[in-house]
T-cell receptor, first 114, second 111 residues
Framework: KAGVTQTPRYLIKTRGQQVTLSCSPISGHRSVSWYQQTPGQGLQFLFEYFSETQRNKGNFPGRFSGRQFSNSRSEMNVSTLELGDSALYLC?????????????FGQGTRLTVV | TQLLEQSPQFLSIQEGENLTVYCNSSSVFSSLQWYRQEPGEGPVLLVTVVTGGEVKKLKRLTFQFGDARKDSSLHITAAQPGDTGLYLCAGAPFLGNQFYFGTGTSLTVIP
């Protein structure tokens, strides 16, 4: 059973540009959550998508957005990049059921903004 | 504001020593997960505890969920260099699907 796949693994972008990150969840998982991880702030929740709808949203500016497709794959977009957006972006997939709350992470996308 | 506080934040020990990492909150969770993360990689799920007071063992790792479902601990016996990494706890609320992550404990086991 394939795990969570994130692409690309590494990205270097310039301030002001935009970027799109992709996440393919584990087969059968319909919930995809995105997190930003930095040394100073730890893991910060961005948003969660389930059945193509955003269900939860963290405290990030509107420059951070996402979407989910009918096959549960999800994309995250960051517009007008700032130096402070440099981080490891992680996505996690889960079944999102009361009986099973486990989340499985991808390897992450390392974004560097210069 | 962090819902889950982990202690200690950093831990450096010699191979063969024992250690305990704590994950504390004032909130009640339906379940709690422990992850280990290596540099540049995503967190890997170690265990999920669901029942208050539950104890789970994974080889040399022992996980405990507090009776009130607000806290958890991870005990490692006879630590090995391969245990080195960032240990994260994550709580799942009763409502909603947002996991709340702890502040993390960076463990270094010196050979």
């Amino acid at each position: 059973k394939a795990g969570v796949t994130q692409t690309p693994r590494y990205l270097i972008k310039t301030r002001g540009q935009q970027v799109t990150l992709s996440c393919s969840p584990i087969s059968g998982h319909r919930s995809v959550s995105w997190y930003q991880q930095t040394p100073g702030q730890g893991l910060q929740f961005l948003f969660e998508y389930f059945s193509e709808t955003q269900r939860n949203k963290g405290n990030f500016p509107g420059r951070f957005s996402g979407r989910q497709f009918s096959n549960s794959r999800s994309e995250m977009n960051v517009s007008t990049l700032e130096l402070g957006d440099s981080a490891l972006y992680l996505c996690a997939s889960s079944l999102r059921s009361p009986q099973n709350t486990e989340a499985f992470f991808g390897q992450g996308t390392r974004l560097t903004v210069v | 504001t962090q819902l889950l506080e982990q202690s200690p934040q950093f831990l450096s020990i010699q191979e063969g020593e024992n250690l305990t990492v704590y994950c504390n909150s004032s909130s009640v969770f339906s379940s709690l997960q422990w992850y280990r993360q290596e540099p540049g990689e995503g967190p890997v799920l170690l265990v999920t505890v669901v029942t208050g007071g539950e104890v789970k063992k994974l080889k040399r790792l022992t996980f405990q969920f507090g009776d009130a479902r607000k806290d958890s601990s991870l005990h490692i016996t006879a630590a090995q260099p391969g245990d080195t990494g960032l240990y994260l706890c994550a709580g799942a609320p009763f409502l909603g699907n947002q996991f709340y992550f702890g502040t993390g404990t960076s463990l270094t086991v010196i050979p």
